[in-house]
């Protein structure tokens, strides 16, 4: 489809915004896509509703929070200097560790000049009159820009449950994702954790041998496998130094760019000996392996879900002394890998303490959150802390909190009201400029290794508007429900869209969004960029451009 080209009157000049491009979100892509524009030459602002750089590492401080992807696959892959300077003290880093590498980051490319900090977006308006977008922050202060750059993550807008009664509690209590900076001491505390997903799960074991007693709240368990981490020697250290750019070459040619990609047998394709030797294998390893290196059928055929699940099943009975506890922290309404699978340290084995409790709050349900604790359909208990790890309003919830409004006063929330519909997970049509890095319909697996290849395409179609004087670039109706439409039948026959998780758009403490959507590409990141490629390679002929 050929490029259109819009008209402008004779000599009608497009005025000059304050700036090529702005960023919403100081986090690893909004970071990495600043230093990608200013090698460009462009006038560039970020505004960043937090004190610092890091993103999800800068708001995510809560006990135990840590990477699930090994941290040397996770890092940058752009200055082989950076590579070269920084040592990962873990095999998976924790928060901590994380924070201080992205802030050497920030100084080693001199980023913070050109971040603007405590400066929350409320508001994104297009201009078609001077083909700008004028931003609007929290405390009113406006600027343009001809580019509107999201970076804004698919897992940054945390939502509390919709309990009666969570202002009322006169103890300490905390989002995971809004942890305070200062210390939290637990040292005899009677604490409440709700919610046993991944921060749940992270939390919950960092934090059992230190309170006075902890209560757990769960609604869903989650199936979970062992993290495996360990300390990284010197010789590890060289090794992985050493192995970089094969590393990074392996996790552009894996499904998810990961280090694991699906084994290429199927489940049934080896005998019974075989299979459990191949599960007892990857259960002994670090990492994804047993969810993203297991046989290739496991997340799309449900008898070899089974098996697995199974598998998984009797590890937690074998780990869990009460077998009642063990029967509550086996998953009943989902398969092993349908859900995003949260990795764990000798999880199971805290409900072996005699200081921790479970409560199946699908057997008696919270009622309401009180000033001394949380009171259920049979009981009242008291508490010091409550913890809530109850997840974020996932993939269009953070985009949700911004007016964005784009052509004709058209308001970003409405449009997806059904469900994103985006085009290579980076435009939408009617909301010419806007680019998103990370957004719905685009390959995520290992986030950063998708981040710097999402950020150097929408550089490659920067660089192109200016280098054409185009001041105008916009996805097509046709290519937006094309992208859309593929999206869809990629997901067809995935386990994991058949269940109720972020990854399908569900959130029960958030109004309208208890219907399942395709928020994500589901197909390999090798055929994502292969995709993205192609319309680089036509010159953008598939975009309005003008």
Not at 27 to 34: A, E, N, R
Request: glycine share 8%; proline share 5%; net charge negative.
């Amino acid at each position: 489809m050929a490029a259109t080209h819009e008209a402008r009157a004779p000599g009608a000049a497009v005025p000059a915004p304050d700036f090529d491009a702005i960023i919403i979100g100081a986090g690893m892509s909004g970071m990495y896509q600043l230093h990608r524009l200013r090698q460009q030459g462009l006038r560039v602002r970020v505004f960043e509703a937090g004190t610092g750089v890091g993103g999800t590492w800068y708001w995510n401080r809560y006990p135990g929070a840590r990477f699930d992807s090994e941290s040397y696959s996770y890092g940058y892959s752009f200055s082989q200097e950076l590579l070269e300077e920084w040592d990962w003290s873990e095999h998976f880093a924790g928060q901590p560790e994380t924070l201080r590498y992205l802030n050497h980051v920030a100084d080693k490319f001199d980023l913070r000049r050109d971040i603007q900090f405590r400066s929350l977006v409320t508001a994104a308006i297009w201009v078609e009159d001077t083909r700008s977008w004028t931003i609007t922050l929290q405390d009113g202060s406006q600027f343009r820009a001809r580019f509107l750059i999201t970076a804004i993550g698919p897992l940054s807008a945390p939502t509390l449950p919709r309990i009666e009664g969570v202002d009322s509690f006169k103890g300490q209590s905390f989002h995971t994702a809004r942890w305070p900076h200062e210390p939290v001491d637990f040292t005899g505390k009677r604490v409440a954790v709700i919610g046993t997903g991944a921060t749940g799960v992270q939390t919950i074991q960092t934090i059992a041998g230190s309170v006075g007693h902890l209560t757990v709240f769960q609604r869903t368990p989650n199936w979970c496998a062992p993290l495996h981490n360990g300390k990284i020697d010197a010789e590890t250290q060289s090794r992985i130094k050493a192995g970089y750019p094969e590393m990074f070459r392996r996790c552009q040619e894996t499904f998810a760019c990961f280090i694991h990609t699906p084994d290429p047998r199927g489940t049934f394709e080896v005998s019974d000996d075989e299979r459990e030797a191949f599960f007892e294998k990857l259960y002994a390893e670090r990492g994804f392996g047993i969810w993203q290196g297991n046989f290739r059928d496991i997340l799309i055929d449900r008898k070899a879900n089974a098996l697995i699940s199974d598998f998984v099943a009797r590890k937690i009975r074998q780990r869990v002394k009460d077998p009642q506890i063990a029967e509550k922290l086996i998953p009943g309404n989902h398969g092993f890998g349908t859900r995003r699978l949260p990795l764990e340290t000798f999880y199971y084995e805290v409900y072996n303490r005699d200081n921790v409790e479970l409560v199946d709050i699908t057997e008696t349900p919270i009622e309401r959150i009180t000033p001394e604790g949380i009171k259920t359909s049979d009981r009242e208990f008291e508490f010091d802390i409550i913890i809530y790890a109850t997840g974020f309003d996932a993939i269009t919830g953070s985009f949700d909190k911004i007016d964005l409004r784009g052509a004709n006063g058209a308001r970003l929330k409405d449009r997806w009201k059904s469900g994103p519909e985006t085009f290579l997970g980076v435009m939408v049509d009617g909301f010419p400029n806007m680019l998103m890095l990370m957004g719905p319909h685009t390959a995520l697996g290992n986030i950063p290794r998708s981040i710097e290849y999402n950020v150097d395409w929408v550089t490659g179609l920067l660089s192109y508007a200016r280098e054409t004087g185009l001041t105008r670039v916009e996805a097509t109706p046709s290519g937006v429900a094309s992208w859309t439409d593929h999206v869809k039948a990629l997901g067809v026959g995935m386990l994991s869209n058949e269940v109720n998780s972020w990854m399908t758009g569900i959130n029960s403490n958030v109004e309208g969004k208890q219907t399942r959507i395709v928020a994500r590409y589901s197909g390999s990141a090798p055929a994502y960029r292969a995709r993205c490629d192609e319309v680089t390679a036509q010159r953008y002929q598939e975009l309005a451009l003008a």
